[in-house]
């Protein structure tokens, strides 16, 4: 583990009753650099993330593997560890600001709880760190918002009053689960660039959830696919435009359309996710894959196999053939 | 490694989408066996009803017959329950009185089920101003304490059985009004109601198809407390002397009769008390238990646990 | 495979099948403040014709929404017209209304609770044909039924499940399927992709397109997401805190907008390509949309707008041509167009 990691998590899993949520899923962030999470509602996404922080403690849920950050394990980890863990190391910011704001506090109390119990500053120095926080997630005239409640202010206003809590206490990741997905589009843009200019200044890792891949295309340097619960494709994210490899990740980028694109037909899956408690055998995508080689693909589990570069996926059609799966929907009906 | 035709792919219709596994969801029946405290309460409540429907023929003695040289005769062999005042047995008639506590209960919520399904449905889905002058009806009708107002009623119509029915009927139809009321603003603003009427549904076919269907979880659990509390208030209005008039018995009537012997013979009071607190209790129970089954998200939870 | 549809201007010479004009539609809402009057829509005008998708666009705020529960007439507007083939449905009452609104149909966002959940599917779909009385008897609405369903790719069977027992994508298949039953000319749908997943957003897409070649249909496509728009439609119409920015056929609207609105909102939508998207200049909107109870004076955009001046917070910019079909509300276009 290099200097420069801040979290690093090998062989994620979740099991909740019979359901397979996470397998056996890796990442790991470096200081400064964006790692994007993609993948469509029940692939697993936001649990592999819940799970890697320690954040999944329900009696019903086995999640083994490890996650380090800073030489802890935080699987398992005790939950008075982890909360000072949640204040200092790790800050959140999640899809809905309107529920993750406590809306019977004011601003203040809530920008300066975490500085005021971790870093043991007094009250005058937190405030004033509250105003810096404000004004440097582009909250104009800071002072009066101060005293407000959280439903005195719009839902960017919200959303940026999250990140301001979220890096509250300097923390080394920063955890973004889908953060601007109940945004207009104007004001996705500007919580976008804040991120993206506050982790220049602060140099944290982020961790951003989301199931728009043109979102992750302005925001990270590698994105994972997550699919059925298992990382299908993982690479650097110019690579994942240019040269996506596993069916599913192909299929994706060209199921939703993107702007200039209008006269291209759209790509349509057909069928519907797996069920976590009946995942296939073989490879996940199986029952959706337009090209399906052989009897492989059926009954044995592809690994995730680098094919240079750090280009990782996990599909027999991108590691045993290679011309034929450039397009794995070319002729497809449409 | 071989191309794989173009012909072979599979060309599927997006229809070949699978059903996420058909919902494994337990029917509510089941669910409510299961538990075993809601179990319990049904238990009671089929052997009351059973009382209700055969006490008559199952009774080892006749309800008035008097037998004097046998009074005030403590629990023994002969006669379980011990006997009243005047000997007779009181096990008998706490059995057959099962049928009266039954029939208040069962005519008295049926009249504020209808009545206030009525009013509360078209209150809550109409609104405007029937819903401002019937909702403060009801308010009215709330602030009066229960027994009073049924007290009232049943001064102004002389005492006996079907006027006790019709006020403990009348003194409910606000809860139901309200009950109703509530669900029906929470389902009329939901988009399959807004949905039926962009497609130029009428009222009435809304109100029938949409809310009703929809709001039968609350009425079931309201219909199941009220049971509870009508037959508290027969007992209530009973032993003030202004329900079942004598010698017929009802439970309350037994503990009206039997206030004068309370330190001499407990019996008199302790058999027909039990049997009022084991039938509301039960159906206390039923209510709270088919409640958690038809709450979804009680539901949920129940079926997580059964899964675990 | 990139067989071309929605190729335009496909639709020109076709008639007019619904026209709004001046569309206001105004709600009192009873706040801290006292009776007050939110803005929703403010004199709106469009054309629909035969066979085309017109876009709507916006934000939230923007009264894109209303504007398609105005035309389902689930709000009742407080001015204009909504004229259908010559008569204005804005007022229509009774059997008059019922009648339209066998003819215009709507599709909502959240396919989970626009269903019944107590009612089986072909009941759901049925609905149109018991109130519109379009069948005579069970066996020949259930023949319907079975048709509508085959009609939006899902098997008869369907017909006895109950909502939950279906997916996202099958549900809003559903929707579109008791839409059709009444056999309308026109089909709005408000943000119909938006609450599912991006490969059904796909199938549910290209099935729109599908029936509105083979049936004809017309489309109001709500949306705020102006790719989904730009996939969809014929030609755009462009909102912001209720009034009218720009409507355009659709090509010369992504390619050469004329609002500063519009290229705000084209320059926030990420792009597809990491490196253009990386290092691409914008403008970014700063602030927020102002409230729709109290909006700016003059032009409702100038608070945000990167090329507003003095006049512009004096008068209402009226919908000036810019090209053909195309109109912008701005007073300052030729600015605008070099944005």
Redesign the interface.
């Known amino acids: 583990m290099s200097a420069n990691t801040v979290i690093d998590v090998q062989d994620l899993r979740v099991r909740v009753g019979a359901a397979r949520i996470v397998n056996d899923v890796s990442f790991k962030v470096e200081r400064g650099q964006t790692l994007g999470i993609v993948g469509e509602s029940g692939s697993g996404k936001s649990m592999t993330v819940l799970a890697a922080t320690g954040l999944i403690d329900a009696p019903s849920a086995k999640v083994s593997g490890t996650s380090m950050l800073d030489g802890q394990n935080l699987i398992g980890l005790r939950r008075s560890k982890l909360e000072k863990i949640y204040g200092e190391r790790i800050g959140f910011i999640f899809q809905d600001p309107a529920t993750s704001l406590n809306p019977v506090l004011t601003l203040e109390r809530q920008l300066t709880e975490g500085p005021e119990a971790h870093l043991g500053i007094t009250r005058r120095a937190a405030r004033r760190r509250a105003l810096d926080l404000l004004e440097a997630v582009g909250i104009p005239d800071p002072e009066p918002r101060l005293a407000a409640y959280p439903h005195q202010l719009s839902g960017g206003m919200k959303q940026r009053v999250m990140i301001a809590v979220a890096l509250a206490c300097d923390p080394a990741l920063l955890i973004a689960d889908e953060p601007t997905t109940a945004l207009d589009v104007t004001t996705q843009a500007q919580i976008i660039s804040l991120v993206r200019s506050l982790q220049e200044r602060l140099g944290m890792g982020v961790v951003w959830i989301s199931h728009d891949l043109g979102v992750i295309s302005g925001v990270a340097e590698e994105v994972s696919v997550l699919y059925g619960g298992q990382v299908v494709e993982h690479t650097a994210i110019t690579d994942i435009f240019n040269n996506p490899l596993h069916p599913y990740t192909q299929g994706l980028l060209r199921a939703r359309p993107y702007l200039g694109g209008a006269q291209e037909e759209l790509v349509t899956i057909p069928g519907s996710p797996p069920d976590p408690k009946n995942l296939p055998k073989g490879c996940v995508f199986y029952d959706r894959c337009p090209v399906r080689l052989d009897s492989r693909c059926e009954t044995e589990l592809p690994p995730l196999t680098d094919v240079g570069d750090g280009h990782l996926v996990r599909s027999f059609c991108a590691t045993s053939g290679g011309e034929n799966v450039r397009n794995a929907w070319e002729g497809t009906r449409v | 490694m071989t191309q794989p035709p173009v012909a072979e792919k599979p060309d599927r219709p997006p229809s070949s989408e699978e059903a996420p596994v058909a919902s494994e969801r337990t029917s509510a029946w089941r669910l409510v066996l299961a538990n075993k405290v809601t179990l319990g309460g049904l238990v009671v409540l089929v052997v009351v009803v059973l009382a209700a429907i055969f006490g008559r023929w199952l009774a080892p003695y006749g309800i008035n017959d008097v037998d004097v040289t046998n009074a005030l005769a403590p629990p023994s062999a002969a006669h379980w329950f011990g006997t009243d005042e005047l000997g007779r047995d009181v096990f008998s008639r706490v059995l057959v009185s099962a049928r009266v506590s039954i029939l208040v209960g069962l005519v008295s919520v049926s009249f504020a089920l209808v009545a206030g399904v009525v009013v509360g449905l078209l209150a809550g889905f109409f609104g405007g101003k029937l819903d401002a002058i019937v909702m403060r009806c009801a308010d009215v009708l709330f602030a009066f304490p229960v027994l009073l107002l049924a007290l009232a009623i049943v001064a102004v119509l002389g005492p006996g059985l079907p006027t006790a029915m019709l006020a403990i009927g009348i003194v409910y139809t606000p809860i139901f009004a309200r009950v109703v009321r509530a669900s029906t603003l929470g389902v009329r603003e939901e988009p399959f109601v807004k949905a039926s009427v962009s497609i130029g549904a009428s009222s009435g076919l809304i109100l029938r198809r949409h809310i009703l269907p929809n709001i039968t979880g609350p009425i079931i659990v309201q219909t199941s407390l009220s049971l509870a509390f009508a037959i508290l208030s027969e007992a209530a209005l009973s032993f003030l002397g202004l329900g079942v008039q004598p010698p017929d018995p009802s439970w309350g009537r037994m503990l009206f009769d039997a206030r004068g012997f309370l330190g001499t013979a407990w019996w008199m009071s302790v058999f027909p008390g039990l049997a009022i607190f084991l039938t509301v209790l039960a159906f206390n129970l039923v209510g709270d238990g088919l409640r958690d089954v038809l709450d979804p998200r009680h539901r949920t939870a129940i079926e997580a646990r059964r899964v675990k | 495979?990139?067989?071309?549809?929605?190729?335009q201007p496909a639709n020109r010479d076709e008639p007019v099948l619904l026209s709004v004009q001046n569309l206001q539609v105004h709600f009192a809402v009873r706040g801290a403040a006292g009776k007050q009057t939110v803005h929703a829509v403010e004199d709106i005008s469009f054309d629909l014709k035969r066979g085309e998708t017109l876009g709507l666009v916006g934000?939230?705020g923007s009264g894109k929404s209303t504007i398609a529960n105005a035309l389902?007439r689930?709000e009742d507007p407080t001015g204009g017209r909504i004229m259908l083939e010559g008569i204005d449905i804005a007022t229509l009452r009774g059997s008059d209304?019922?009648?339209v609104?066998?003819r215009?149909?709507?599709v909502?966002?959240?396919p989970f609770?626009?269903?019944?959940?107590?009612?089986r599917i072909g009941?759901s779909i049925a609905?149109?044909l018991?109130?519109?009385k379009l069948a005579n008897g069970g066996a020949e609405r259930s023949k319907r039924v079975r048709e509508l369903l085959d009609l939006v790719?899902?098997?008869a069977h369907f017909a006895d499940?109950?909502p939950?027992?279906?997916?996202g994508?099958?549900r809003q298949r559903v929707?579109i399927a008791?839409a059709l039953a009444?056999d309308p000319d026109i089909m709005i749908l408000d943000e119909a992709t938006a609450s599912l997943?991006?490969?059904?957003?796909?199938?549910i897409?290209?099935?729109l397109k599908d029936l509105q070649r083979r049936l004809g249909l017309t489309y109001l496509f709500v949306s705020?997401d102006?790719?989904?728009v730009?996939?969809m439609s014929h030609r755009v119409l462009v909102m912001y805190l209720g009034r009218l920015m720009e409507i355009s056929p659709?090509?010369e609207l992504?390619t050469q907008s004329a609002h500063p609105y519009t290229r705000?909102?084209?320059?926030?939508?990420?792009?597809?390509?990491?490196?253009a998207?990386?290092s691409r200049e914008?403008t970014?909107?700063e602030g927020?949309?102002p409230s729709p109870l109290n909006p700016p004076s003059g032009c409702v955009f100038r608070t945000r707008c990167p090329i507003a001046v003095d006049e512009c917070s004096e008068v209402v910019p009226a919908a000036i041509e810019v090209g053909e079909d195309h109109n912008s509300a701005c007073i300052r276009v030729p600015v605008a167009q070099e944005l």
Request: charged fraction near 25%; proline fraction near 6%; glycine fraction near 2%.
């Open positions: 495979m990139s067989e071309v549809r929605n190729s934000e939230s389902m689930l209304l019922k009648s609104r066998r215009l149909a709507m909502f966002q959240d609770s626009a269903l019944n959940p107590r009612q009941l609905e149109p018991v109130v519109h790719n899902l098997p499940r109950f939950h027992e279906l997916s994508g099958q929707c008791r009444g997943d991006v490969s059904v957003q796909a199938q897409m290209n099935l705020h102006l790719a989904a730009e996939y659709r090509d992504y705000a909102l084209l320059a926030a939508i990420p792009l597809a390509d990491p490196v998207e990386r914008r970014l909107l927020e949309v």
